[in-house]
């Protein structure tokens, strides 16, 4: 979620509202980020880990283009990624840096 930057902030933030993790005179960024927040801080509680080391650095080109040519115009998502933009979430996953 993170990776679709201010184009989900609008919608997280209403997210953010009705799971009550935000209060009055927050700013869909900051509603957004705390939905994010909670997310994560329930995935740690659920003892989800928030990467996954195993993940070869050789493989991340090879996966990119798995996840490009999945990748679907008419699939309503925010952002469509590049493939430079799967390889960096890949390797945020990799190392948690999320």
């Known amino acids: ?11 997280l933030a209403k997210l953010a509202d009705c ?3 935000t209060v009055p005179g927050d700013t869909d960024k900051v509603k957004a980020e705390k939905f994010i927040d909670s997310i994560l801080d329930m995935n740690n509680d659920l003892g989800i880990s928030d990467h996954i080391p195993n993940i070869k650095e050789s493989d991340i080109d090879e996966m990119a283009g798995y996840a490009f040519d999945e990748a679907n115009p008419n699939y309503p998502v925010p952002v469509i990624f590049s493939k430079e933009m799967f390889k960096e979430m890949y390797m945020k996953v990799k190392t948690g840096d999320i």
């Open 19 to 21: 799971a009550g993790v």
């Open 1 to 11: 979620m993170k990776e679709y930057g201010t184009t989900v902030h609008e919608d």
